[in-house]
């Protein structure tokens, strides 16, 4: 993985989920850790399928899936079997799961890097993103928390707060926010019919050409903090947005 101390990231990463499982009196043994890595690499699959693959019993691996579930490591969901149209259980691993699974040493870090990429969508241009949160992991995200895991974009702006707060590196908050922007901007943009998002230091704002309003995000331009607002144009009162929209003619 480019530019990053794996050795250093596992080492923390481990340690963070051990003292969380010795907390919440968790553990994972070789048989568990033996079918959640299967899973990882073979998803989605079915526990059946596992009891034919693994050299374990039956209710021992039921038993053992249904402490990953509840951990957190590994999600079912249902699916149509075309010959009969009945349903049928599967499993697939939650980034959570990939993580713990590679910091107990069972996935290779060239994996973990690609599983990654995968499950949030990024390709090797975005790779920084990764190696970023990463290296913040063990100190911005409790462990067990599962949604924190799964949604790279709030991991991120967890990194880049936690980064900002501790004097981290000025250029990568930039990109990191850039980064955040970019994604989350053509979206919001998109669902709220947006023609054009204009931003600065103090303000986040949607325009509609055809509606004559703004959608505001975030702003602080009058030493309030205003978000998630919809105001016609005519209506403004904000001096400071008002400076910022005048160069647009709507």
């Known amino acids: 993985m480019p530019h ?11 340690s963070e989920m051990s003292e969380a499982i010795r907390k919440s009196s968790r553990s994972y043994d070789p048989i568990a850790l033996e079918i959640l890595t299967y899973i990882i690499h073979y998803e989605p699959v079915s526990l059946y399928r596992i009891t034919r693959m ?41 980034v959570k799961g990939i993580l ?9 870090n060239n994996e973990l890097t690609s599983r990654l990429m995968y499950r949030w969508g990024v390709d090797e241009s975005e790779m920084k993103w ?35 707060n501790n004097n981290g590196n000025k250029t990568l908050q930039k990109d990191m926010a850039k980064y955040i922007i970019g994604k989350i901007g ?25 509606e004559k309003s703004a959608h505001i995000y975030m702003c602080v331009g009058c030493n309030k903090f205003c978000s998630m607002l919809t105001v016609p144009l005519d209506e403004l009162k904000c001096e400071y947005l008002c400076k910022a929209i005048e160069k647009f003619k709507l």
């Open 130 to 164: 990764i190696n970023t949160i990463l290296c913040s992991l063990p100190k911005i995200i409790n462990p067990n928390d599962v949604t924190l895991f799964e949604n790279p974009l709030i991991m991120i702006m967890a990194a880049m707060i936690f980064s900002e």
């Open 186 to 210: 053509p979206k919001a943009a998109e669902l709220n019919g947006d023609d054009m998002i204009i931003g600065g230091k103090k303000y986040f704002v949607g325009l509609n050409f055809s």
């Open 4 to 14: 990053l101390k794996m050795e250093n990231v596992k080492q923390n990463f481990l």
């Open 100 to 108: 713990t699974c590679w910091a107990y040493g069972c996935l290779k």
């Open 54 to 94: 693994l050299p374990y019993g039956i209710s021992s691996i039921y038993k053992k899936a249904k402490r990953l579930s509840k951990d957190g490591l590994i999600k079912s969901f249902e699916v149509e079997k075309p010959e009969d149209r009945r349903s049928k259980s599967v499993y697939k691993s939650t």
